[in-house]
């Protein structure tokens, strides 16, 4: 096999695990998309078009709660801003490759391809930008068929559960269990507390705007704490 | 239930918006570094903007009109205590769910 054909199916091969939450977690959003209202046409397009599930479910969150289109897109973007980092991360890898490859790279720039190409080409520096594209592709080819097809089902079974089933709070329990494993650290714990705090003070305000100003203010104290703490261990910065 | 004239504002935005983020610097090559600052910021968005969205629903769920339940909150909970413990979002829906729907068959 070609170093391009190895390197593929390394990316793929780690990749696997992942798909154990990521045909779950496709799945539930298919349900609650249907269940709030939207049809399976409506639910595909979403998935297609945004393919990332968290803000798809900040979304489906905030819309639901008839919060104005602004307030829906500026909570479920700054779910994405997280993207940021890792398209810096990948350019300096890619940049000998031609725009087109690195455009659609883009669209499959997810938590799991980007993990996996990162881990890949951390365990293997010396590959060419060819063998960490295929190590790419082989991740994605993981996830992203899975993803379509298990938010396609999901749609399907959403359609057929009644709506008083207690799925209103399919939403929360699944934000809830994204942020749990993140709590890693003091400040991420200290972010989280604040985040929730002022939410529930904030509440009263209209269009779920208490929501924002609470993220703002945590990410702000979330970030300046761990800035604090780094400072005061004598990390250099 | 989703007012439809708000979905079809909100998805090509999105979308647009969700790809500039991953094109970003991967399209366009930017070499220059992000500052110190903002990559610790954006290390902080989902921890900051997740229980935001979730924590009046929790404490006043809508589908309740808004009165705590005691069932919805102790699902919260479970979900929360589970997925630091186990660091696994799976187990933490799981028992979340169960939690939710035992309590509620119970409580009837």
Known sequence: MTPTGKAFLRGLIAALPMTV??????LLFGVVATEAGLNL???????????????QFAALQTMQENAPALVVLATSLAVNLRMVMYSVTLAPHFGSLPLRSR????????????ATTVAEIDRAPAMTAIEKRAVFFGA?????????????????????????YALDFALPITFLAMVAPMLRSVPHVVAAGVSILLAIALAGLPWGTGMLIAASVAMAVGAGLERWMERRQGVPR | MIDKATFWTVLPVLAIGTYAIRFSFLGT???RPLPGWLTRCLRFTAVAVLPALVAPGVLWP????????????AAALVTLAVGVM???????????????????????
């Open chain 2, 62 to 73: 809508p589908a309740t009109g808004g009165e705590t339940d005691p069932a919805r909150l």
């Open chain 2, 86 to 108: 186990t660091r696994s979002t799976m187990a933490a829906i799981l028992a979340g769910g169960v939690t939710l729907y035992a309590l509620l068959a119970v409580m009837g």
């Open chain 1, 103 to 114: 455009a659609l790279m883009a669209y499959f720039l997810v938590d799991q391809s980007f």
């Open chain 2, 29 to 31: 090559l930017g070499t």
């Open chain 1, 41 to 55: 046409f409506e639910t595909m397009l979403f998935s297609i078009s945004v393919f990332a599930g968290a803000s």
């Open chain 1, 21 to 26: 939450v990521v045909g779950p977690f496709a």
């Open chain 1, 140 to 164: 994605v080819v993981a996830v992203a068929p899975l993803w379509f097809i298990a938010c396609l089902v999901g749609g399907m079974i959403g359609q057929t559960i009644p709506p008083d």
